[in-house]
């Protein structure tokens, strides 16, 4: 069975860091993609980041580049999400998903299987 397992939600101040896990299983990483998204509450889900398991190759949403951090292990079909200078707005649900291997990645339409997410709440 296809699955992906998110960790490392918590509270953090503003200005801290956080590193997101995103686990796999069922499948191997390294022949797609993986994203990870944010909805925070009363909002739409929105692209964060995607990398590309065949080369790392990592795109960022506006709102987060420059502070977070794509990153994956092949070995441990593994992706992360270092976030720095987390500021009150980074307060979301976090997602996890698979990319589906169309053309597009900021869609949550590109995206085929998704992990139950991990809280991130940043204080002030």
């Known amino acids: 069975q296809v699955r992906l397992e998110e960790s490392g939600g918590g509270v953090a101040q503003a200005g801290g860091s956080l590193r997101l896990t995103c686990l796999a299983s069922?499948?191997?990483?390294?022949?797609?993609?993986s994203g990870w998204f944010r909805q925070a509450s009363g909002k739409e889900r929105e692209f964060v980041a995607f990398?590309?398991?065949?080369?790392?190759?990592?795109y960022y949403g506006d709102s987060v580049k420059g502070r977070f951090t794509i990153s994956r292990d092949n070995a441990k079909n593994t992706v992360y999400l270092q976030m720095n200078n987390l500021k009150p707005e980074d307060t979301a649900v976090y997602y996890c998903?698979?990319?589906?291997?169309?053309?597009?990645?900021?869609?949550?339409?590109?995206?085929?299987?998704w992990g139950q997410g991990t809280e991130v709440t940043v204080s002030t």
């Open positions: 998903a698979r990319w589906a291997g169309d053309s597009t990645v900021v869609y949550d339409t590109d995206y085929d299987v």
């Open positions: 069922g499948w191997t990483f390294n022949t797609a993609g």
């Open positions: 990398i590309n398991w065949h080369d790392g190759s990592p």
